[in-house]
């Protein structure tokens, strides 16, 4: 009984150190990649409660919610408004590789996501 109380407890640390290493960020992370790699033009107003969602997250990196913004503001490509920001974002050495995956195919996207950039969102999951 008492191995398997030990293996229990073992298994809820490691799930518990995954989540806490995965973190927050993964969460918008994963949000912001599906809403990109399903979209069409611009996303629906339910995708944009969700970006809004991020944007308000205090607990959110800069980085994720100036992301999530920008796709608020996406209208067949990104504004213009957006663009010094994200070229920021992706040249950034502090900003997740995720992160500067994203900004770097939202500074492309012309109407939707490319095949190889639907790929990347995908791995992103």
Avoid: W
């Avoid at 993964?26 to 949000?31: A, L, P, S, W």
């Avoid at 409660?49 to 920008?70: C, E, F, G, N, W």
């Avoid at 067949?76 to 010094?84: F, G, M, N, R």
Wanted: proline share 2%.
């Amino acid at each position: 009984m008492m191995k398997i109380l030990g293996l229990s407890l073992a298994l809820l640390m490691t799930f518990a150190n995954h989540s806490a290493i995965a973190g927050k960020g993964h969460t918008e992370i994963k949000t912001m990649s599906s809403i990109l790699a399903g979209l069409n033009h611009y996303p629906s107003s339910t995708e944009k409660t969700q970006l809004k969602t991020i944007v308000d997250d205090s607990h959110a990196s800069a980085h994720a919610r100036t992301l999530a913004q920008a796709m608020i503001n996406l209208d067949h490509s990104i504004s213009d408004a957006d663009k010094p920001k994200l070229k920021n974002i992706a040249k950034d050495e502090k900003a997740s590789e995720n992160e500067r995956d994203l900004a770097n195919i939202l500074i492309n996207l012309n109407h939707k996501a490319s095949a190889a950039d639907k790929h990347k969102l995908h791995g992103m999951h």
